[in-house]
Structures are given as C-alpha cells and as structure tokens.
C-alpha cells in the first residue's frame, strides 16, 4: 500500500452522504488529487481536479472526465463535458459524442422537467417597480411605470419612439406587450433576457433596442431574430448564432435550440458536433 507523508497532503475534504465518508485530498508534489471512500483508496494521484457533484464525484484528467457514484464505483470514464442537472442526473457527452442523461447507475433516462419558482418583486424595504410596455402601432409604444413605495403609491406613463424609419415589432416573450417587476422579470433556469429589449425592423432586417438605455444592443443587420426565453437566435447571411451564450456574429450553417445546457450545430465547412451554454464546441469524431 502506497502511503503518502504528511507533506504531500495539501488539503482535505470530507463529505457525510448516505452514510459514506468521501475524502479529497491533493499532493503537493503532483498536485494531483486522490480520492479514497470510507477509508479505501479509490484514486491515486490520478485527476487534475475531483469534485463532489450531487450524488456523483466527477475527476477530471487533462480534458476528459469520469464519473463515480457515491459509493465509489465508476459509472461513465472519458466523458468530454457534463453538466448537473439535479442531484442525481447528470447530462453528458460521451467519447462518442453522443448526449444524453444518466443517474447515480450509469443509465440513461430521461429525467423530470425542472419547474422554477418565481421570486418576490420587492426590495429589501418592501418597495417595488411596475412596468408594463404595450406597441400601440409600428412606430409608438405605450410605457406605464408603477412605483410602490412603503408609504405611497404613483403611475407615470411614457411613450416610447423607434430610432430612425425603424418599426417595433416585438418584444423578447414575442408578443405586443409585455409587464414585468423591476428586476425581476421571470425567465428560465438558465436566466432571462433584458425585458426593455425591443425587436425591430427595417426594410426585413432586425435589430434590437433597449427602451431603458435608448440604444442600440444590436443594429438592423439580421435577417432574423428568434426568441428562446433566456437567449436569443440570430440570423444572417445563412449563419445563425446565440446570444448572449455564443456571441452576436453567426458562425453555424445549423444551429438547433438548447438541450438544456448543449446545443446542436454544423458548421459551414459541414463539421458537426454539440457547443455548450458558454459556447465551448465539442466536435463529433
């Protein structure tokens, strides 16, 4: 049996679940970490980094990752990306390529939807801000700003005007009107898009404009702008891209709507594989 001294022994970290005691240490000489379970070596000096993930421990060596339960069994190995899709589903893409998800077995399923709870619209003193934008035609949107204090209550209404000959075509829930809490406007589990953003349109080219700052968040250079809740897909010239995950030039020949946190593409070039909520790409053999 291997035993390591004192000095190589950086930190460690223990964790209490179903009644296993998981202990993470790293070595100073490697800087490798090591993974032992209830007292039994699992890993030695092996991963670059060992995380507790839920259920799952994850390691992770060069760009590649495994997968244990906590019981210390190996469940998935060479996995090229995952994400924690709740305490006991992990989604994954395998050496394959493929994406999918599994549960603290290794199997694939397919997993619950997740339902996210609203937030209370209030600021700490209790105060809240109102705001509900309506287009009354192409080119006048109707503004109503309601302010509830602790102790007072007031409306101010404002009308909003397109810049230049452009025309207000919709807003980022891709209907005429939409209301909202200051700061709290609800989008999905991976966040929200700004609700004072504004699409419009000129002579078939799409932009977007925020009604809060007065400006440009991207000019009328898209042939098309499609609205998925917490992102947006632009297109042009035959590519398309997502914003704010990808970035605003189009880049993809394809590009499908997120599987939770991976989406499909092919590039002109007719490479294909998956590219991930921060617009890492992960390319088929």
């Known amino acids: 049996m291997r035993i390591l001294s004192l000095f190589t022994?950086?930190?460690?970290?223990?964790?209490?679940?179903?009644?296993?005691?998981?202990?993470?240490?790293?070595?100073?000489?490697?800087?490798?970490y090591n993974l032992s379970i209830d007292g039994k070596s699992i890993a030695i000096e092996k991963y670059d980094s060992l995380q507790v993930e839920g259920n799952f421990i994850t390691g992770k060596t060069g760009t590649s990752w495994d997968v244990y339960n906590l019981t210390?069994?190996?469940?998935?190995?060479?996995?090229?990306?995952?994400?924690?899709?709740?305490?006991?589903?992990?989604?994954?893409?395998?050496?394959?390529?493929?994406?999918?998800?599994?549960?603290?077995?290794?199997?694939?399923?397919?997993p619950k939807k997740r339902i996210q709870a609203p937030l209370r619209p209030n600021d700490e003193l209790g105060n809240s801000t109102y705001v509900s934008y309506t287009i009354i035609n192409?080119?006048?949107?109707?503004?109503?700003?309601?302010?509830?204090?602790?102790?007072?209550?007031?409306?101010?209404?404002?009308?909003?005007?397109?810049?230049?000959?452009?025309?207000?075509?919709?807003?980022v829930n891709n209907?005429?009107?939409?209301?909202?809490?200051?700061?709290?406007?609800?989008?999905?589990?991976?966040?929200?898009?700004?609700?004072?953003?504004?699409?419009?349109k000129e002579d078939k080219k799409y932009g977007v404009w925020s009604l809060l700052e007065e400006k440009y968040i991207f000019p009328l250079d898209f042939d098309k702008i499609q609205n998925f809740t917490s992102y947006l897909s632009l297109e042009k010239n035959g590519l398309?891209?997502?914003?704010?995950?990808?970035?605003?030039?189009?880049?993809?020949?394809?590009?499908?709507?997120?599987?939770?946190?991976?989406?499909?593409f092919e590039t002109p070039d007719g490479k294909k594989g998956w590219v991930d909520r921060k617009g890492k790409e992960y390319f088929d053999q």
């Open 9 to 32: 022994i950086l930190f460690s970290f223990y964790l209490y679940s179903q009644e296993s005691k998981i202990d993470i240490r790293q070595s100073l000489d490697s800087k490798k």
């Open 72 to 110: 210390g069994k190996m469940i998935k190995s060479s996995l090229k990306s995952y994400y924690p899709y709740s305490s006991n589903t992990l989604q994954i893409i395998d050496s394959f390529n493929k994406v999918y998800f599994i549960d603290e077995r290794g199997r694939g399923i397919t």
């Open 138 to 171: 192409d080119h006048l949107i109707k503004e109503v700003s309601k302010y509830d204090k602790v102790d007072t209550t007031y409306s101010l209404k404002f009308d909003k005007i397109p810049p230049q000959k452009a025309v207000f075509e919709r807003f």
């Open 175 to 200: 209907k005429k009107e939409i209301s909202f809490e200051r700061g709290w406007y609800t989008g999905d589990i991976w966040g929200k898009l700004d609700p004072d953003f504004v699409i419009l």
């Open 240 to 264: 398309s891209t997502f914003y704010p995950n990808i970035g605003t030039e189009p880049k993809y020949q394809k590009l499908e709507p997120y599987i939770e946190y991976f989406a499909r």
